[in-house]
Every structure is written in C-alpha cells, then in structure tokens.
C-alpha cells in the first residue's frame, strides 16, 4: 500500500527541547517537502529535498532542520530556536511527470 | 513576492447546486495549478490538476484555467453535503517548469454544503 506516513499524529513539547518529526514515503518519489500550516492559513514551505543528501531552504525555514540520507525519509528538527513551533506539519512527496504533491496525514506540535 | 489569493469564505451552498471556488496568482509563468480538499482536522487531498489554458473535468468537479487573467477556478456540481471542506488553491511558481521547487498555496475557502 503506498502513501506518505508521519509520526506522531500529536506531539507535545516543553518550550526549549528540540523535537524530531518523522517523514516516511514509498511511492519511490525523489523530492520531499516539509509544510507548515497554522490555523486559518495557508501552508507555507520550510524545506523541500529534491534528491538524497541535498535540501534547500524554503520560505520559513528559520529555526528548522532536515536530513535527506535515505530516499524514503526525510525527518524535520523544530529547534529551540523556533519562536512560534506550535502548528500542524505536513510532509508531501513529489510525483515528477504530473508535478503533484501528496500528502501524509500530518503531525500537531503542541509547545508550551 | 508569490502570492495565490482565494476568498476566505464560508460560501454557503444548498445541496444539488454548483459551488465555485475562485483563485488568483501572482506569477505570469506558473506552469502548474492545483486544487486540493481539507476536512478539518486532516491533511490536504489533492483532487484537480491543470496545466493548459480550458477546462478539466473529473467526475462533478471542473477545473478552469485562464492563464492571461492569472485564473484558475473549481466548479463543483451537484454539492453533497460531504463536500463541505476548506478547499485549497496551489500553483507551482517554479519558472523552469520543472515542479520540484515546492508549492504556493492560497490561504483556502471554507465550503458549506446546506443539506
């Protein structure tokens, strides 16, 4: 069954703690994205891979990191340094002859 | 600056009749439109794509591209109350065509289906 898997659905952190979250897909897609979505908005761009050992900077990457060492994952960091990391996070993939984004189910960082 | 504006909504529709959702982009080069369907509380579901100028029908949805007046619209025929979502407009700026640089997206309209 192929898809985009995250985890965990919910997650919630102290203030100060750097926190993983996790991007795995099988649809053997080169590039992945990394999204953030807060309530009423759009979603904005952190990061993006376009193939292994290589990512790029998105919209709002500041106070985030990636790692791109297996085609299939690609795990985001919210550091410390992230002023407003309460939001819900959504990785995609990409399908390179149609151009379409699919997306996992999500994870909610709740930090207090 | 990249920017797709959507009207924010609610457009209130009664059920059976056709919903229209519009979007405006910035960027005369955008090569690739999208238009994706969120239930709250879940991810995004892509349902439409277009590349050319016309229209795409899928089912009771048509998507509409005009790419002189920089707009893409989302016709929904025969509304069913399980179509009631935040529907998302996304338009690959990447001027090279290539796709791979990541999405702009909209800020979504909020769809009510009035049973």
Known sequence: DGGITQSPKYLFRKEGQNVTLSCEQNLNHDAMYWYRQ??????????????????????????????????????LTVTSAQKN??????????????????????????VT | QKEVEQNSGPLSVPEGAIASLNCTYSDRVSQSFFWYRQYSGKSPE???????NGDKEDGRFTAQLNKASQYVSLLIRDSQPSDSATYLCAVNMDSTGGGADGLTFG???????QP
């Not at chain 1, 904005?44 to 790029?56: A, G, H, M, P």
């Not at chain 2, 800020?107 to 289906?113: N, R, S, Y």
């Open chain 1, 38 to 75: 807060d309530p009423g908005q759009g979603l904005r761009l952190i990061y993006y891979s376009q193939i292994v050992n290589d990512f790029q900077k998105g919209d709002i990457a500041e106070g985030y990191s990636v790692s791109r060492e297996k085609k299939e994952s690609f795990p």
């Open chain 2, 107 to 113: 800020k979504g309209t909020h769809l009510i289906i």
């Open chain 2, 46 to 52: 892509l349902i439409m794509s277009i590349y050319s």
């Open chain 1, 85 to 110: 990391p309460t939001a819900f996070y959504l990785c995609a993939s990409l399908n390179d002859r149609t151009y379409e984004q699919y997306f996992g189910p999500g994870t909610r960082l709740t």
